[in-house]
C-alpha cells in the first residue's frame, strides 16, 4: 500500500483508507506499507489491526526519529534509506495499491510502475480512486500514450477502480506484459 502520510481535505480519503485496511484484513491480506502512525498510513494501519489483519510497516531510522513510525503494528522494520525500504516493500508485497497522497505516495507508485515495465517485477497494480482525486494523473497517463511516451500495454498495468473489490478482482486477471518498454525500436 502507498497512501499519504497526510490526512488530506476531503474525509472520504480517510474513510477510505480504513475501509480498505479493514476490507484487506478481512480477506486475510496481510498489508505491507509505510510504517506510519499519522494520516491513511496510520488509518489503514490501524482499521486492518482492529479487524485482525496482520500489518508490516516499512520505515527508514530518519523517519522513526522523527517520531511518527507506528510502534503498535504487528512488524515494524527499520531500514536505513528509503531505497531500502521501497525495495523491502517490494520484496514483501504480492502486489501494489496506491490511495491518495503527495509526492512521496506517487514518487513510491511509480517506481514500482517502472519496474514492472522494465519487467524487474511482475507484480499487479492499481490505484484506488477516491472522489476523483487521481483523474488529473489517469489523464496525464493517457496523455503520455498519445504523445508516444507510453505505451498502451504499459499504460494498462496500472488499473484505475474506485472500489477494493474492483482492484482484487483486476489483480485475480492480472497479466504482466510480454512488450519491451521501447516504442521507437519497433519501427526500426
Not at 508490516?56 to 531500502?84: K, S, Y
Not at 505505451?151 to 482492484?167: C, F, K, Q, W, Y
Request: hydrophobic letters at 50%; a negative charge; proline letters at 4%.
Amino acid at each position: 500500500m502507498f497512501c499519504g502520510s497526510n490526512g488530506g481535505a476531503d474525509p472520504a480519503y480517510a474513510d477510505t483508507a480504513a475501509a480498505v485496511g479493514r476490507g484487506l484484513a478481512e480477506r486475510g491480506i496481510r498489508v505491507v506499507y509505510g510504517g506510519g502512525r499519522v494520516g491513511l498510513m496510520g488509518a489503514l494501519a490501524d482499521s486492518a489491526r482492529a479487524a485482525g489483519g496482520e500489518v508490516v510497516g516499512v520505515m527508514p531510522q530518519a523517519l522513526i526519529d522523527r517520531e511518527i513510525g507506528h510502534m503498535d503494528i504487528d512488524d515494524l522494520r527499520v531500514v536505513g534509506t528509503m531505497h531500502e525500504r521501497k525495495a523491502l516493500m517490494v520484496e514483501l508485497a504480492e502486489a501494489f495499491i496506491g490511495l491518495p497522497g503527495g509526492i512521496g505516495t506517487l514518487e513510491e507508485l511509480f517506481e514500482v510502475y517502472t519496474w514492472a515495465q522494465l519487467g524487474i517485477h511482475a507484480k499487479p497494480l492499481a490505484l484506488l480512486d477516491v472522489a476523483g482525486y487521481f483523474a488529473p494523473l489517469v489523464a496525464f497517463l493517457d496523455h503520455a500514450v498519445a504523445e508516444r511516451f507510453l505505451r498502451p500495454e504499459t499504460r494498462a498495468m496500472l488499473a484505475i477502480a474506485g472500489s477494493l473489490e474492483s482492484i482484487l478482482e483486476s489483480f485475480e486477471h492480472w497479466r504482466a506484459p510480454s512488450v519491451h518498454k521501447w516504442i521507437d525500436l519497433d519501427e526500426s
